[in-house]
C-alpha cells in the first residue's frame, strides 16, 4: 500500500512562489507514474502536472498559466515528487493532491491508484 503524504502549502502573496511535496511513505514507489492535481473551492478537481517515475519524463494540462509557471520533478532517493509553483495568483487557491498510478499515466482522465489528502495553497492579493 503506498501512502502519499503531501506538504508546502500555506499562505502566499501574489506573485510569489511555493514548492510542494508529495512523499510516498509506505515501500519505495515503484510504480508508473505521479501527479498533481488541485481542487479549488466549488470547483471540479483538475489535473496540472504528471511526472513517469523511472524516467522522470514530465508531462502538464493543456493551459499556458500552468505550463509557463509551475515544474514537476521528483527525487528518486527521496521517494518525493514535487510541484514549483512560481508568480502565484488568487486563482491559484486551492487543496492540492498528489497521486500515484501502479501501471498508467496519471493525466487528465484522473485515473490514480492511490491518493493523497492535500496541502492547501492560499494565495492573497
Known amino acids: 500500500q503506498v501512502h502519499l503524504v503531501e506538504s508546502g502549502g500555506g499562505l502566499v502573496q501574489s506573485g510569489g512562489s511555493l514548492r510542494l511535496s508529495c512523499t510516498t511513505e509506505?515501500?519505495?514507489?515503484?510504480?508508473?507514474?505521479m501527479g498533481w492535481f488541485r481542487q479549488g473551492s466549488g470547483k471540479e478537481r483538475e489535473f496540472l502536472a504528471g511526472i513517469t517515475w523511472n524516467t522522470g519524463r514530465t508531462h502538464y494540462v493543456d493551459s499556458r498559466s500552468v505550463r509557463e509557471r509551475f515544474i514537476v520533478s521528483r527525487d528518486l532517493d527521496k521517494n518525493t515528487m514535487f510541484l514549483e509553483m512560481n508568480s502565484l495568483e488568487s486563482e491559484d487557491t486551492a487543496v492540492y493532491i498528489c497521486?500515484?498510478?501502479?501501471?498508467?499515466?496519471?493525466?487528465?482522465?484522473?485515473?490514480?491508484?492511490?491518493w493523497g489528502r492535500g496541502t492547501t495553497v492560499t494565495v492573497s492579493l
Open positions: 509506505g515501500p519505495i514507489f515503484s510504480g508508473h507514474s
Open positions: 497521486a500515484a498510478s501502479r501501471s498508467a499515466l496519471v493525466g487528465t482522465n484522473g485515473a490514480a491508484d492511490y
